[in-house]
């Protein structure tokens, strides 16, 4: 059985090489400050991809962003495609939602007990997402799926999950597994700490393979719970759904009695109003949320059909609970986001105006002889240096990383932040104005000319 690796932790098991030799993007005050945070925080960080460890070299420290540009240490600014992954589709500190914070912040910052904003919230989720008939609020895109995992087995009574390579669901010992090529044969975790067991009930498959979806299904007959699936995903690069490949999980699901989970804690609110199931038209049993939905601050849902969230305590003996669940000043956030990404029009201008940047990007990959593959899906994007077309975790490994790296390497050294992993997408802002794209592609054509001749 071949192992394939969670790429979230294939990324940092390659330190690069000869990093040391390389001019380091961060400035001197920003490899002061992380070699302080590196004394007292694992690897200077706070969540593993933070530290670069795929790119080399140190990451600079942020001290603040407005609109499409953040601000390092050294007084270094860049036009940011991370967007603190993926929340910030107005860009940095939109007034609108910095006032909302403000306000809500004035009134108290968490009660633990009910609030009209929750309520809110979940009318505003419902409304644009008529699957979710029932809400639940949590603070992160990890507890979003680990509790509906949990629902979907307390539906169901059963245990196996299917889920894709490349796919991350969060970091719940369940779904840190992304390995295995036997599609019928049970799965090791990806993580140490994580007892086999935890994982031994999560089955792995490739991205668009519906055949190996089938295969799963009729190796397991009656035992399986749920799929979860990222409907678009985002964690292996971007890579596009094949056409029959959500409605044929759909109708695997029916035909089988299992739960169809889609995670859309980095599609929704960012692909399109809702999240892609309003693009493709499949209705999954299950929904989560996260990233959009809080504006930048913690907020995520789960949600789906009335009979299964009903399962949920207090009606029901499926227990999931939170502090700060629901919190004020994190709904707030989210609220104000959302009102402004209901504005008529919204997608569908910032995806033209992406577009219209990618075309840039593909054209300058063209001339200078490059072989890149772009993707888009909204407000969201990726690129790879492949080619043929990446479909799933397998091509998306395949692309050539070294390229990746070198320019990845180049664009942050003139100013474009663009996330330090081949394995995540890029995201858009609707504060990346024309000036920003003029720059993000002089930068480009700046890198990829330099590339074009030998290293
Ligand atoms: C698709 C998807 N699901 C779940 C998660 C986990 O969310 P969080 O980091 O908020 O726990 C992520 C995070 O990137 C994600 O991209």
Redesign the pocket.
């Known amino acids: 059985m071949s192992r394939i690796r969670n790429p979230r932790l294939a990324r940092l098991s390659k330190p690069a090489d000869a990093q040391a030799a390389e001019r380091p993007i961060a400035g001197p005050r920003s490899r002061r400050l992380f070699a302080r945070a590196s004394a007292v925080l694992p690897g200077g960080v706070n969540?593993p991809v933070r530290a670069w460890k795929r790119l080399g070299g140190e990451p600079p420290t942020i001290v603040r962003g407005k609109g499409a540009r953040i601000e390092d240490a050294d007084g270094r600014t860049y036009i940011d495609y991370v967007l603190s992954?993926?929340p910030l589709i107005l860009g940095h500190a939109h007034p609108q939602v910095v006032a909302a914070v403000r306000a809500a912040a004035g009134h108290g910052l968490g009660f633990g007990a009910p609030t009209t904003g929750e309520t809110e919230l979940a009318e505003l989720l419902r409304s644009a997402l008529p699957s979710m008939e029932k809400v639940r609020l949590v603070?992160?895109?990890?507890?979003?799926?680990m509790s509906a995992l949990r629902l979907a087995r307390a539906a169901t009574k059963r245990e196996i999950v299917i889920k894709c390579d490349g796919?991350?669901?969060?970091?719940s010992d369940p779904l840190l597994v992304a390995a295995g090529s036997g599609c019928a044969t049970l799965n090791t975790p990806d993580s140490s700490g994580v007892p086999a067991a935890f994982s031994a009930t999560t089955i792995s498959i490739p991205f668009n393979d519906l055949v190996a979806a089938e295969r799963v299904f009729a190796a397991n007959p009656g035992a399986v719970a749920a799929v979860i699936v990222?409907p678009v995903?985002?964690?292996m690069g971007l890579v596009l759904p094949r056409p029959e490949w959500l409605p044929g999980l759909r109708a695997l699901c029916d035909a089988h009695g299992s739960v169809l989970i889609f995670?859309?804690?980095?599609?929704g609110f960012r692909v399109a109003w809702g999240g892609w199931q309003n693009v493709c038209g499949v209705r999954p049993d299950l929904t989560?949320l996260?990233?959009v939905i809080g504006g930048g601050l913690?907020v995520?849902a789960y949600g789906g059909r009335r009979e299964i969230m009903d399962l949920l305590a207090p009606l029901g003996g499926c227990y999931q609970a939170g502090t700060l669940s629901g919190n004020p000043v994190a709904v707030a956030a989210g609220l104000a986001t959302l009102k402004q990404c209901a504005q008529p029009g919204f997608y569908e201008i910032e995806s033209t105006r992406l577009t219209l940047m990618l075309l840039g990007f593909s054209s300058l990959a063209q001339e200078y002889g490059l072989p890149m593959q772009f993707a888009q899906a909204g407000l969201m994007w990726g690129y790879a240096f492949s080619s043929t077309p990446i479909t799933d975790y397998a091509s998306a490994a395949a692309a050539d990383l070294d390229r990746w790296r070198t320019f990845c390497r180049g664009m942050l050294q003139e100013r474009i932040y663009l996330a330090p992993s081949p394995f995540e997408?890029a995201f858009w802002s609707s504060a990346h104005d024309r000036r920003a794209v003029a720059a993000t592609l002089a930068a480009a054509g700046k890198v990829l000319k330099r590339m074009q001749s030998p290293q």
């Open positions: 969540s992954w993926g603070s992160s895109g990890t507890e979003a799926c796919c991350y669901h969060g970091h990222e995903a985002g964690n995670d859309e804690v980095m599609t989560c996260g990233k913690p995520a997408a």
